[in-house]
């Protein structure tokens, strides 16, 4: 999935230093998400992400840890995308939200040597906590599912 606009990660946290998904994380994965094209109806953030070679688990599947980055970080994608739209976002003034819970679930081994895609969405919005499900792909074969918590934060001055 090569996008010519903006994802979502450039748009909202530009300067953004996360492993997984900081556009300005030099070592990162550099993860990109993007509205869907039935974003206003159905609020699906895609992906899309071609393994390193140093993502390999030495048996031609991704490391489970790498599974679950792009699953929290894609799933942030997600988050900040709805909390964006509700005006719920205020990252300069530090008002973001953070991971509380991640429950993976490993369905079947994922690539290490083409690219997976992820699929990610809201399932409970409310100002103070945002439930998102994720899942990764390969192809049409679902990898890897996640079910994340995310809390508002501000921090303590």
């Known amino acids: 999935m090569r996008e010519s606009r903006l994802s979502i990660q450039q748009e909202l946290i530009p300067e953004g230093r996360c492993f997984g998904c900081g556009p300005a994380n030099e070592r990162g994965l550099h ?3 993007y509205r869907g094209p039935d974003y206003e109806r159905d609020g699906h953030v895609l992906m899309s992400f071609r393994p390193w070679p140093e993502h390999d688990n030495g048996l031609g599947a ?3 840890g790498i599974i679950a980055t792009l699953l929290d970080c894609h799933a942030g994608a997600a988050m900040m995308q709805a909390a964006a739209d509700r005006d719920w976002l205020d990252i300069p003034n530090g008002v973001v939200y953070v991971t509380v819970n991640l429950d993976v ?13 992820g699929r990610a969405w809201a399932t409970s919005l409310d100002e103070s906590v945002i439930t998102i499900q994720a899942d990764l792909y390969d192809g049409e074969t679902c990898c890897a599912t996640s079910v994340s918590t995310w809390k508002r934060w501000r921090p303590r001055t």
Do not use: D, F, I
């Open 31 to 33: 993860l990109q998400s």
């Open 105 to 117: 679930r490993y369905r079947r081994p994922a690539p290490a040597t083409r690219a997976v895609q």
């Open 62 to 64: 991704l490391n489970g």
